[in-house]
């Protein structure tokens, strides 16, 4: 709290106020995350997911994982400390 008091006290924005925005900002955090990467970035991996279910084949399911895993894994690299 004594954080968000300075903080209250140079912006002047209630403490309350900053409390339930940092509360929201942090219960929101994939959904932002989801927002950062983009609308064409999670469409192209549902497609991946998509084509994959279509076929019916475990085979193409698992291709797809480890597609998805990799490019995940890539999207994960730039928010994860080394």
């Known amino acids: 709290m004594p954080t968000l008091t ?9 403490e309350g106020a900053l409390a339930r925005y940092v509360l ?14 983009g609308p064409t970035m999670i469409e192209r991996l549902w ?12 085979a193409a399911r698992m291709d797809a ?7 995940l894994s890539w999207l994960r690299s730039s928010s994860v400390e080394p």
């Open 24 to 37: 929201a900002k942090w219960a929101s955090a994939g959904n932002e995350a989801l927002l950062q990467i």
């Open 65 to 71: 994982y480890h597609t998805l895993r990799g490019m």
């Open 6 to 14: 300075g903080l209250a006290d140079f912006t002047g924005i209630p």
């Open 47 to 58: 497609q991946i997911v998509a084509a994959a279910e279509d076929t019916g084949e475990d």
